[in-house]
Each structure stands twice: as structure tokens, then as C-alpha cells.
């Protein structure tokens, strides 16, 4: 529980152990490093206001009513070398120079599980990025809204170093500069189910380099589709 409405880590570095920052009305100044292999951090009713969030160990990261905004490039980069698990719940990022969210493990048997719901995603450079080029990345978006980011308001890279597997459920994805949704290489799949797909400038979706961009039928598309989906899955 904090007991003070600002809070400066100056950088500070959490390794090995659990933390739980339960601060309404909080602001956090300083970056936050979160290293190590056994660390579950959890900050409630922060703001994070040009302050980084840098993942690049292993364990657990949990986000609740927090704000993640104007950041002089990405506000949260999850880059672990180690199997991560990540939650963010009715939280915000917004107005980065960079992507809001950066997902990409890095060498040596990093792994990313992630779950939005709740989020907004809005006025960053870029939205949601994953990268499978070093490990494999599966990231469930629920309830939540990716719009108004200068690039692609989501996209999946998939690499050699496994599956990148996204799955969109009752999400906005609005008025993004480029592609609403891009999927890129054979290791990238997006499954979209009951989301809204507004006026995106590059098109609903981008499936490239064999990516696919999987419907469950039930989506609603205004504007461009780009490439439209590659598949189809059957309501069950």
C-alpha cells in the first residue's frame, strides 16, 4: 500500500521477489527495470506518466487502472529472456513516440503470455506490436480499443523463434494511420472474433508474407478491408 502520491524509482531495478504497489491517484516517476526470473510485480491505480516499463527477465507483470503515457518512445517494451506472463486490465497507454506495447522475448528461451482487457490503446506512434523472432508469443485482446495511433493499430510478426498467435475478442480497432490489423510471416495468426474494424487508413487488415488474419464471422468492417481475412473459423 503507498502512502505517498508520487513515487520515484530512478530507475530502480526489481529482481527476485514480489512487489505489489497498491497506490490510487499515484504517479511513478523513474523507469522501471524489471529483471531476474522470479519476480511478480503488480501496480494498481498508477500512473506511469513518460516513465518506461522495461521487461527483460522473467515472471509476472500485472497492470490494473494504470496509465502508461508520454513516453519519449515505447511505453511498455517486454523483452524477456525467460518465460513472462503479462496482465493488463482497465488501463491506458497513450500519446508515445514509439508503439504503446512492445512484445518481443529476446534469445536464450524468452516466452510471452499476455492478456489484454480493458485497454485503450490510442494516440501512439505505433499501437500493439508482437515480434517472434527470438520466442514464441500467444496474446489474448478482450474488451478493449486500439485507435487513433499514427501506424498499424496491432501487428504480428512472426518469426523463427515461434508461433506468434493473437487472438481479438469484442475489440475497436479505429482510425489507425496504417492497417487496422497486420499479420506478417507464416508463424503469424490473428483469430478476430465480434470486434469493429473502423475506418482504418491502410485498410481493416494486412496479411502479408503468409500471415493470416482468421474471422469468426461475426466482425464488423467499416471502410477498407485491405486484404481482407485469409480464412475463415466455424461458430461453435
Known amino acids: 500500500m503507498c502512502v505517498t502520491p508520487v513515487l520515484d524509482t530512478a530507475g530502480f531495478g526489481f529482481n527476485n521477489s514480489t512487489y505489489i504497489f497498491d497506490c490510487p491517484s499515484a504517479t511513478f516517476l523513474g523507469g522501471i527495470t524489471f529483471a531476474g526470473n522470479n519476480v511478480v510485480l503488480k501496480f494498481q491505480g498508477v500512473a506511469f506518466s513518460g516513465s518506461v516499463i522495461k521487461v527483460s527477465g522473467g515472471g509476472t507483470l500485472i497492470l490494473e487502472d494504470c496509465v502508461l503515457e508520454d513516453v519519449a518512445g515505447t511505453a511498455l517494451d517486454i523483452e524477456p529472456n525467460a518465460p513472462f506472463d503479462l496482465v493488463m486490465k482497465n488501463s491506458r ?79 475497436i480497432i479505429a482510425t489507425n494511420g496504417q492497417a487496422g490489423i497486420e499479420a506478417s510471416g507464416f508463424n503469424a495468426a490473428v483469430l478476430v472474433n465480434n470486434a469493429v474494424l473502423d475506418s482504418n487508413t491502410g485498410g481493416a487488415l494486412s496479411a502479408v508474407s503468409s500471415g493470416r488474419i482468421v474471422t469468426y464471422q461475426n466482425n464488423t468492417v467499416v471502410g477498407s478491408p485491405g486484404t481482407g481475412f485469409t480464412g475463415a473459423a466455424s461458430p461453435q
Do not use: E, R
Not at 109 to 135: E, M, P, Q, R, W
Open 93 to 171: 497507454i497513450s500519446n508515445n513516440t514509439a508503439v504503446g506495447v512492445l512484445i518481443k522475448p529476446s534469445s536464450g528461451g524468452g516466452s510471452v503470455t499476455a492478456t489484454f482487457d480493458g485497454v485503450t490503446i490510442t494516440n501512439n506512434a505505433g499501437g500493439l506490436k508482437t515480434d517472434t523472432t527470438n520466442g514464441s508469443v500467444t496474446v489474448d485482446i478482450f474488451n478493449s480499443t486500439i485507435n487513433k495511433n499514427a501506424n498499424n493499430g496491432l501487428i504480428a510478426l512472426g518469426g523463427a523463434g515461434g508461433q506468434n498467435v493473437i487472438t481479438v475478442k469484442n475489440d
